[in-house]
């Protein structure tokens, strides 16, 4: 496959993990306005985060079934379609029991994406660039959890919630139709998790380790990415707008990351780089507690900074299990499992700890456990090792 066609098709790839995010971190600048209007409580609140990922693990650990007939072309247009219908659910939902309908399948159609458009990317490129692809796909993250906050606060105000979360809907839809049609690569199939596949491996150490950072990361990036504005605003006092507009423009220091994050993976290896995500992100997450006014403006901008480095650095390690075959079912297990706790048990954890009044708790333990794993890499010389 030539370059041009590689090029190409990242940016197709890149765009369908942004709009597969957005769908899913759209809900955490509406998350005060959701609760407003169906009169949820904090826990509550924060277990729409839950169901999003409990949609997300079955889906996932589904699509390596789907691919494995469809390709893995079908299932990422497959995967907008569902994102798209759960999205529609959602802004249509007149109860608490409604909504978590809707964003049970948007989480099912986000989690069969990961494995197809990841495979897709590592059996176009080279070893040598797979640092470099995976990083300019990560930008779909990046980018999405600048335009979610901004997106809320430029339109909110003009559409209200619902017609927001119908226009991501809409953008959804006419993904698919464009991926139908003019989607390049993807042409491979998947493997179904069989148990013989999976016990392969985990059987191997390094995928627990992997699965551990990813837990802790996620977490931090997007758990904590969740609860951030309700906690802003509720707990810290900040404007909604105010708190929408500096998260938003905090996660633009994600996308510069990515920029060379790429580079320095390839250049200085996994286990250096999260060694430097790690340090700075959990010391500014610390400080989200501790600090006040134009400091804790600056530790909310901080805190995100290096993060998005973790995602090519730790995928790069994680495609690094077991045989290529089954790498979908690596990357299905580690992500699935722990997007299932960074992203689910941690936000509804923060909310059941908002309603008694001790959020805190929860901000210094995340910040805790990311130092905890800089010392741990920093013993564990081998890691991300081919």
């Not at 729409?48 to 893995?72: D, E, K, N, Q, W």
């Not at 458009?117 to 059996?123: E, H, K, L, Q, R």
């Not at 992203?343 to 456990?369: R, T």
């Amino acid at each position: 496959m030539d370059v041009s066609r590689n090029v190409r098709m990242l940016l197709m790839l890149l765009s369908v993990l942004f709009l597969s995010m957005l769908s899913r971190l759209i809900f955490s600048p509406l998350l005060v306005f959701i609760q407003k209007d169906l009169s949820l409580t904090g826990q509550q609140a924060g277990s729409l985060f839950l169901v999003i990922t409990a949609g997300y693990s079955p889906g996932m650990l589904c699509s390596g079934f789907v691919s494995a007939r469809l390709r893995h072309r079908g299932t990422i247009v497959l995967s907008l379609l569902l994102v798209a219908a759960g999205t529609f659910v959602a802004a249509l939902s007149s109860t608490y029991t409604h909504m978590l309908m809707g964003l049970w399948v948007l989480g099912a159609g986000t989690g069969m994406y990961p494995p197809s458009g990841i495979a897709s990317i590592t059996a176009a490129v080279s070893e040598e660039k797979a640092g470099k692809a995976l990083a300019v796909h990560e930008l779909g993250p990046a980018i999405a959890f600048v335009a979610a906050p901004l997106l809320v606060a430029a339109l909110y105000s003009s559409l209200g919630w619902r017609m927001i979360l119908g226009l991501v809907g809409l953008l959804n839809l006419g993904m698919a139709a464009f991926y139908h049609r003019y989607g390049i690569g993807g042409e491979g199939t998947g493997q179904p998790p069989h148990f013989s596949r999976i016990r392969a491996v985990v059987g191997k150490p390094e995928l627990w380790y992997n699965f551990l950072l990813f837990c802790i990361a996620l977490s931090s990036m997007q758990g904590l990415y969740s609860i951030l504005p309700y906690y802003l605003i509720t707990v810290k006092g900040l404007d909604s707008q105010g708190v929408n507009l500096l998260v938003g423009l905090s996660r633009t220091t994600g996308i510069l990351t990515l920029l060379v994050s790429g580079y320095l993976v390839d250049r200085f290896g996994s286990r250096f780089v999260l060694m430097l995500a790690f340090s700075v992100g959990g010391i500014s997450t610390l400080f989200l507690v501790w600090a006040t006014g134009a400091v804790l403006d600056l530790f909310v901008v901080l805190q995100p900074a290096l993060l998005s480095a973790f995602f090519p650095a730790g995928l790069l390690a994680l495609s690094r299990i077991g045989s290529p075959e089954s790498q979908n079912v690596t990357i299905a297990l580690v992500i699935n499992f722990a997007v299932l706790f960074g992203n689910g048990i941690v936000p509804s954890l923060l909310g059941w700890l908002a309603d008694a009044g001790a959020i805190e708790i929860g901000f210094l333990s995340i910040g805790g456990a990311m130092l905890l794993m800089v010392l741990s890499l920093y013993r564990n010389r081998n890691y991300g090792a081919s």
